[in-house]
Structure formats: C-alpha cells, structure tokens
C-alpha cells in the first residue's frame, strides 16, 4: 500500500465512523423529540421499585444510548428528583438498552441506508407536526448510521489482508491480547464518547472480514462498555455529591462486569458464538448477553451498592436537599400542596445561592467552578420546574376544594418566575464572562457602589422570597408585603442608578461600552426583582395558605370534566379584521 492509498483508507474508515456517529446522534435527537416530554416523565417513573427503573432505564438507553442517558440521569440527581439508590438500576438499564439498540444496527440493512435517507428527508419535509418531524429525523438518522458502516466496510474490504496482520494482536484467546482488545476499545470510546460508535466499528471489521472471531471483537465490545462511562464523568464534574457518585457508581459496574467478563472469556466466547453463524450477530449479542451479565450481578444488591458508594465517594458537606414532591402525598391534596411550597423554597435556594455566586462574578474574576454551578442551578432548577409542572397535573386529577384549585394555579406562576429568575442570574454570569474580555467596561468606585447596592437589594428580596415559601408560616402576607415595600425601594433606586449612568457617560466619565455593560447589569436585576413582585403578590392572595386541618384528608380522584362546546374561530377572526381591509 503506497501513501496515496493509506491516506484514502484512512479518511474513508473515519469518514464512515464520522457517518455513523452523525447518524446515531440524530436518530438519538429524532426519537428523544418525538418521545416528548413522556421520555422524561418516564425517566421520573424509575424511582418506583428498582425493577421499574432498571425496565425504564432500559427503554431510555435503547432511545439516547447510555452515554447521553447517564447524563439525564446526573441531571435528575443533581435537582433532587432522585436518589443515589433510586438511580442505580436505571444506569445498569442504560447499559442494557444501549445493547438492544445495537442488536437493531447488527442486522444487515445497509442496502436499505439510501431508502431510510430519503424516506426521512421526505417524511421530515412534508410532515404536518413537530413530532412527526421528529420520526423523520430519525429515519435520517437511522440511513446515515448504516451509510457510515458501508462505507468503513467497502472501504475497509479491499485491504482486509494488510489490516488483517496490524490487527492480529487483538486476540482474546490469548490474556495479554484480550487486555490489549480491551485497552484499545476503552481509549478509542473514551475519546469519541460513544460505545455504539465503537462496537459499530468493530461491526464494520467483521463485515469486511478482518475480524474472523468471536475472540477478536469480544475484548472490544468489554472495553467500549467501560470508555462509555466518560461522558457521565464528564457530566458530573461540579454536580452535586450523589451526581459523582452515580457517575462513579456507573464506571466501577463496568470495570467490575469488565473484570468477571475476561476471566469467564474461556467460558463465554465458545458459548456465545453459537447464537449465530454471523460474527456481526455473534458480537452483537455477547454485548447485550454481557450487559444482562452485569445487572444480575448487581440487581439483588443495588441498597448495599448504593451505600459502597456513599464510602468510595465521602463528602463532609451535607447531604443536598431532597426533592419534596413524593407520590406518596398525592392521595392527600393539602399536603401534596404543603409539598409543592417547600420544593419551591427549595429552588428559591437553589437561586439565591446562584445570585451569590453571580455576585462574585460581578467583583470579583470569577472560577470555573462558581460558573459551572450557577448554570448546573439554572439546569437543576429547569428539571424542577418540569417535574412540578407534573406533579401539579397529578394534583389537580383530585377533587379540590376552592382554595385548592386557585392555589394550585399560584403555585405553578410562583414555579415559572422562580424559573426565569434563574434565567436572569445565569444572564448576570455571562455578562460578567463578557465584560472580562472588554477591559474598558470599568467604572468609577462611587458608581459601582451604588449599582452594587441594587444587587444587594435584589440578593435581599430573594431571600424574603426562600423564607416566605414555608407552609408552616403564619404571616405570608406580610411576607409578601414586605417584599412590595422593598421592590418599590428597588424601582426608585434602579432609576436613579440608570440616570447616573447615562450622565457619566454623556460626561465622558465612562465609556459607552461600560453603559451598555452596567446597562445589561441594571436590567437583569431589575428582572430578577420582577418576577420576586410577581410571587409576592401571589403570596397576598387569600387562598395562599394551608389548612392543618384538611392535611390527613384523603381525597379520590375527580370525575371526568364534562366536554364544553368548541368556540367558533370565525366569531373571534373577524375582531381582527382590519378596517381596512373590509
């Protein structure tokens, strides 16, 4: 082979590998859309039993694969949604589904690629919905992937000799061969971040006939199943603890199935290699039997995992706090409300001490660290508002009294302006991050004191807002009329901050760059203070309260709502007619 040759050998095997990480990554985006917001209602479902969650996780790997289902599943831990515990058997399902999805790819549908293009193209071009746009996506998707392995496989197929003698050194009957497989697997996933995208390489080898057995892609399939566990490790860094720890949990499942998959190698391989005649199908279900290998060993065990975890990953800070909305309350509508107002309190929390942060932004050169936290708060705080939005649907199934159903409606406003107050403090960050990059946008210390003593206000106001949020508190009202007086205060000040700003920079005291800086600053605060008014006068409202007495009452679900006749759309179009259009 003469370096012309190499060279086009080269870029074909990783123009077909890019194909089909492309490929695997929109068929993923396509079913993850087209699932809806039910894939993330049925990831929140895992927290029933263990059985229901290693079930679950299983469908989730098998739709996203388990490197980008591991990291839904940090982000459900890192919001409190769920347990150290809780998310041990949706990370073994990930694993398995991950092997489902690629039983699909090991089918021999290459021949078919151009068609799942088109029809997807197509499908996507003319369909009347976003979701059915979606399942277009996929096919697209879908094409892509198995074009990708045809290409590594024709590309691949007229040097199978040469690449044959390169590759003979991954040889699993051998110890130092299988580790090697293994090493060299690990390197290459850990590295593209996808063990579909290796087994499928390894797929396309098979294909071509450099692989010729089964002990040759056993090794890789073990070493793609521990390099997967990269892209959660990543996910977790700055998380909370149980978020690391999940994350760790997941990597030592892998070397642990790793470790007892190449001891059992004399065993497996024989064995395994009967399920098929076809080594693609062979490889394909050593990975699916291997993953089935793993979670029975540690299924009957996951407490006790959960608990080694918690002593491989100590934390001498205290345990973050847990979500409140427990299914269990749902049969008692007080208190699955009395539930709803201390999750937000919670995620009044989770922002104040984000606005903390974003202050430090502000002075100070900020940390990755401090970054990384704020927008994992603002990620934390969105799945929370997701989760409560659901919860509240469960509520409201039940028969409630009048102050139940108009709480119900404050608490989700309450949710939705804590959530885009999140928003803003994440926008105070990224503005800081900007203004790093701008050395003119300073001002003088007079100016920037009174600015900074809008934040304090701000910093100030949410709090009142955390502490008001406790449905043991007698005087929310007054809470919440506190929090007026000082949002009336923060008005007359922010006023007053814009016009200094606007003459310092008439002046030529500061540059315009450092007005629109401070400008953005103001703004953002001003927001921030917004949406605190907002909850406040939510909070004023007089069914805003709980009553003790009606927290051990049960109530049965409600009957179904009689169907209201539809509105006439011509009635309420013709109001918009122009006048001068008639």
């Not at 492309?22 to 859309?33: E, F, T």
């Not at 760790?248 to 004399?266: D, R």
């Not at 503005?431 to 701000?458: H, M, N, Q, T």
């Not at 013709?574 to 001068?580: F, T």
Request: with cysteine.
């Amino acid at each position: 082979m003469d370096g012309s040759q190499l060279f086009f050998l080269i870029f074909a095997v990783l123009g077909g590998l890019a194909l089909f990480i492309l490929g695997m990554s929109i068929m993923s985006d396509g079913l993850r859309v087209a699932a809806g917001p039910g894939l993330r209602t049925l990831l929140s479902k895992a927290t029933a039993n263990r059985f229901a969650g290693l079930a679950l996780g299983t469908l989730l790997g098998f739709l996203v694969h388990s490197s980008a289902a591991s990291v839904m599943l940090v982000g459900f831990l890192n919001a409190g949604l769920m347990t150290l515990a809780q998310a041990v058997a949706p990370m073994l399902g990930t694993n398995l589904g991950t092997s489902l999805s690629m039983q699909l790819v090991s089918f021999r549908l290459t021949d078919y690629c151009y068609v799942g293009i088109v029809a997807g193209l197509v499908f996507q071009m003319a369909a009347p919905n976003p979701r059915a746009k979606a399942i277009g996506r996929a096919l697209v998707g879908f094409g892509l992937l198995f074009l990708g392995m045809k290409t590594m496989s024709e590309a691949i197929a007229p040097h199978r000799d040469l690449l044959r003698q390169y590759l003979a050194v991954i040889d699993g009957e051998t110890l130092s061969g299988r580790l090697l497989g293994v090493g060299l697997a690990f390197g290459l996933t850990a590295i593209i971040q996808s063990s579909g995208a290796t087994i499928g390489m390894a797929f396309a080898l098979a294909d071509a006939g450099v692989f010729d057995t089964l002990w040759q892609t056993y090794p890789i399939v073990i070493g793609a199943q521990i390099g997967t566990c990269a892209t959660a490790l990543l996910g977790s860094i700055g998380t909370g603890i149980d978020s690391r720890r999940a994350a760790t949990g997941n990597l030592l499942t892998n070397v642990v199935n790793a470790g007892i998959s190449i001891a059992l190698a004399p065993l497996w391989v024989p064995l395994f290699a009967r399920t098929s005649p076809d080594l693609v199908r062979q490889t394909a279900n050593t990975h699916t039997l291997l993953m089935i290998q793993n979670c029975l060993v540690f299924m009957p065990i996951v407490p006790l995992y959960a608990i080694l975890l918690r002593k491989i990953v100590p934390s001498k800070a205290a345990a973050p706090e847990p979500s409140h909305l427990l299914p269990g309350h749902l049969d008692y509508p007080e208190q699955a409300i009395a539930a709803c107002l201390r999750e937000l309190r919670r995620v009044a929390k989770l922002g104040l001490h984000s606005l903390r942060l974003a202050g430090q932004t502000i002075l100070f050169s900020s940390t990755p660290k401090d970054v990384q936290t704020i927008r994992l708060n603002e990620q934390a705080i969105n799945e929370i508002k997701l989760a409560m939005k659901d919860y509240l649907g469960s509520i409201v199934r039940r028969r409630l009294s009048k102050r139940q159903a108009i709480l119900v409606q404050h608490v989700d406003r309450c949710m939705s302006d804590l959530e885009r107050i999140g928003d803003h403090v994440e926008t105070l960050c990224n503005l800081s991050l900007r203004r790093k990059k701008a050395p003119e946008a300073i001002v003088d210390e007079d100016s920037f004191g009174k600015f900074f003593r809008l934040y304090e206000s701000a910093f100030h106001i949410l709090r009142q807002i955390a502490a008001s949020f406790d449905p043991d508190q007698e005087d929310v009202a007054e809470i919440a009329s506190q929090i007026l007086q000082a949002r009336d205060v923060h008005v007359q000040a922010s006023l007053e901050v814009r016009t200094l700003f606007d003459e310092k920079v008439s002046r030529r005291e500061i540059t315009p760059s450092a007005g629109i800086f401070f400008g953005e600053y103001v703004a953002a605060i001003d927001r921030i203070v917004r949406h605190s008014r907002n909850i406040a006068l939510s909070e004023q409202q007089p069914q805003f309260w709980i009553k003790r007495s009606k927290l051990e009452k049960h109530m049965d679900l409600a009957p179904e709502p009689e169907d209201l006749p539809l509105v006439d759309p011509q009635h309420f179009l013709a109001r918009l007619q122009d006048e001068d259009d008639s």
